[in-house]
């Protein structure tokens, strides 16, 4: 019986320390949520502002480029599309990725920079936002990341600071890195402009994130582009006043018009606050937005706002009618294609009187076409309540029926069946 007894304090005396060690853990996972659940503060001008999600200023920004997203089939088809190309930057051989649309072009162009993921992906859902509105869009992938060689940024970074640098010091070096690995940018360019499909006087450049930042250095440089979107250039690094200063220098030393895109769930919301005032100062086509929350994270509001199909259809438009207005859209006039079926536009606009040529291959004349910059899903087009006919012109080809199509009427929604999406571009 005593040793009964004794057995059972001892394991008395077990179970209360456990049950004390269970409740110490428990506080602390409480204090741990309640601090991960914290990740917004409130600015003085009243709007929110995340902060401690965000990475220390010295730490290398690492974006998480498995977040998962939905994508419209058409997008996973256009996947197939991506043609991965090699250009020389630096002595070295880099690779990246090229959309195009059909045709021989020239067909203005767009340079995406990616950010500090290791391991950039295709983003077939820009490839098919640009390309359906008719321009090559180039994804070049800088030294060190894959696929292409060299030192990866985030480890040279890291290796500097585990030698034991200040604060400070990998602050500055953090910028100097930027720097080196513009210039991989800059050769991307310079061979994107040696390609014949491309029209080297409509260039833009845009990225995210690090992509962002490489957007503003080389809006700074010119190269002869005529625009800049930069999103979200190193909000997560914004604590490294260093990279502010250069943003801010670049943003006033760039010649071309910038438009700087955030959305409002961003890790920081700092490029906004900073740059935007700087960038709309400048005035003429220069702007930045600060767009409502996108997703439900900090990631889907940085990188996914930059990259995913749900998020052009909220700046598409905006973007879209910058570009144009910056000279980098495409021609108002020139080949598109309806499934395989061509469009010879003969006006700048689908004025009251704008005529078609088109080719009816397994198509009736009741078609559709859009405005010059293309269609999208949601945008309203002209349809075959406001189209006439006219007889055939001598010089037209067999198999082509002039059309006119009217304005008075109203435009009708774009339908879904596919046959009928027809894109005016160069």
């Given at each position: 019986?005593?040793?009964?007894?004794?057995?059972?304090?001892?394991?008395?005396?077990?179970?209360?320390?456990?049950?004390?060690?269970?409740?110490?853990?428990?506080?602390?996972?409480?204090?741990?949520?309640?601090?991960?659940?914290?990740?917004?503060?409130?600015?003085?001008?009243?709007?929110?502002?995340?902060?401690?999600?965000?990475?220390?200023?010295?730490?290398?920004?690492?974006?998480?480029?498995?977040?998962?997203?939905?994508?419209?089939?058409?997008?996973?088809?256009?996947?197939?599309?991506?043609?991965?190309?090699?250009?020389?930057?630096?002595?070295?051989?880099?690779?990246?990725?090229?959309?195009?649309?059909?045709?021989?072009?020239?067909?203005?162009?767009?340079?995406?920079?990616?950010?500090?993921?290791?391991?950039?992906?295709?983003?077939?859902?820009?490839?098919?936002?640009?390309?359906?509105?008719?321009?090559?869009?180039?994804?070049?992938?800088?030294?060190?990341?894959?696929?292409?060689?060299?030192?990866?940024?985030?480890?040279?970074?890291?290796?500097?600071?585990?030698?034991?640098?200040?604060?400070?010091?990998?602050?500055?070096?953090?910028?100097?890195?930027?720097?080196?690995?513009?210039?991989?940018v800059t050769a991307a360019v310079e061979w994107l402009k040696?390609?014949?499909?491309?029209?080297?006087?409509?260039?833009?450049?845009?990225?995210?994130?690090?992509?962002?930042?490489?957007?503003?250095?080389?809006?700074?440089?010119?190269?002869?582009?005529?625009?800049?979107?930069?999103?979200?250039?190193?909000?997560?690094?914004?604590?490294?006043?260093?990279?502010?200063?250069?943003?801010?220098?670049?943003?006033?030393?760039?010649?071309?018009?910038?438009?700087?895109?955030?959305?409002?769930?961003?890790?920081?919301?700092?490029?906004?606050?900073?740059?935007?005032?700087?960038?709309?100062?400048?005035?003429?086509?220069?702007?930045?937005?600060?767009?409502?929350?996108?997703?439900?994270?900090?990631?889907?509001?940085?990188?996914?706002?930059?990259?995913?199909?749900?998020?052009?259809?909220?700046?598409?438009?905006?973007?879209?009618?910058?570009?144009?207005?910056?000279?980098?859209?495409?021609?108002?006039?020139?080949?598109?294609?309806?499934?395989?079926?061509?469009?010879?536009?003969?006006?700048?606009?689908?004025?009251?009187?704008?005529?078609?040529?088109?080719?009816?291959?397994?198509?009736?004349?009741?078609?559709?076409?859009?405005?010059?910059?293309?269609?999208?899903?949601?945008?309203?087009?002209?349809?075959?309540?406001?189209?006439?006919?006219?007889?055939?012109?001598?010089?037209?080809?067999?198999?082509?029926?002039?059309?006119?199509?009217?304005?008075?009427?109203?435009?009708?929604?774009?339908?879904?069946?596919?046959?009928?999406?027809?894109?005016?571009?160069?």
């Amino acid at each position: 019986m005593r040793n009964n007894h004794r057995r059972d304090e001892k394991n008395g005396t077990k179970h209360a320390l456990g049950l004390r060690l269970f409740a110490r853990l428990g506080l602390l996972c409480v204090l741990n949520a309640s601090l991960l659940c914290s990740g917004f503060a409130q600015r003085p001008s009243g709007r929110l502002a995340a902060k401690p999600n965000q990475p220390d200023d010295e730490q290398v920004e690492r974006e998480d480029p498995t977040v998962r997203h939905e994508q419209s089939p058409e997008v996973k088809a256009f996947r197939k599309k991506a043609v991965t190309v090699t250009f020389p930057s630096g002595g070295l051989t880099l690779k990246g990725w090229l959309y195009k649309p059909d045709g021989d072009g020239p067909f203005p162009a767009i340079i995406w920079n990616h950010g500090s993921e290791q391991k950039p992906v295709l983003h077939p859902d820009l490839g098919y936002f640009y390309v359906t509105h008719g321009y090559v869009l180039f994804l070049p992938v800088r030294h060190g990341h894959n696929p292409s060689p060299g030192d990866y940024i985030g480890d040279v970074i890291d290796r500097y600071k585990a030698a034991g640098h200040s604060k400070e010091e990998v602050q500055k070096y953090f910028v100097e890195q930027q720097e080196i690995y513009n210039k991989d940018v800059t050769a991307a360019v310079e061979w994107l402009k040696q390609q014949p499909f491309v029209d080297r006087n409509r260039m833009a450049v845009t990225g995210v994130s690090y992509g962002g930042i490489q957007t503003l250095l080389t809006a700074q440089k010119g190269l002869g582009l005529r625009a800049a979107v930069p999103f979200a250039p190193g909000a997560m690094s914004w604590g490294n006043p260093r990279l502010q200063q250069r943003e801010i220098e670049a943003v006033r030393r760039s010649q071309m018009p910038l438009f700087l895109l955030q959305a409002q769930n961003d890790y920081s919301l700092g490029p906004s606050d900073v740059l935007g005032p700087v960038i709309r100062g400048k005035g003429g086509l220069n702007r930045a937005k600060v767009y409502p929350a996108f997703g439900t994270t900090h990631e889907e509001g940085h990188g996914g706002f930059g990259t995913w199909q749900q998020a052009t259809a909220i700046w598409g438009a905006d973007v879209l009618e910058f570009l144009r207005a910056a000279g980098v859209g495409p021609n108002s006039t020139g080949y598109g294609n309806i499934r395989g079926v061509q469009v010879l536009a003969s006006a700048s606009q689908l004025t009251e009187q704008t005529s078609l040529r088109a080719a009816e291959t397994n198509l009736r004349p009741e078609f559709y076409a859009s405005t010059p910059g293309g269609v999208a899903p949601g945008q309203r087009i002209f349809g075959p309540e406001s189209a006439t006919h006219r007889r055939p012109r001598r010089s037209a080809k067999a198999g082509q029926r002039p059309l006119t199509f009217r304005s008075r009427r109203e435009p009708i929604p774009l339908r879904e069946s596919r046959k009928f999406a027809a894109r005016l571009w160069n």
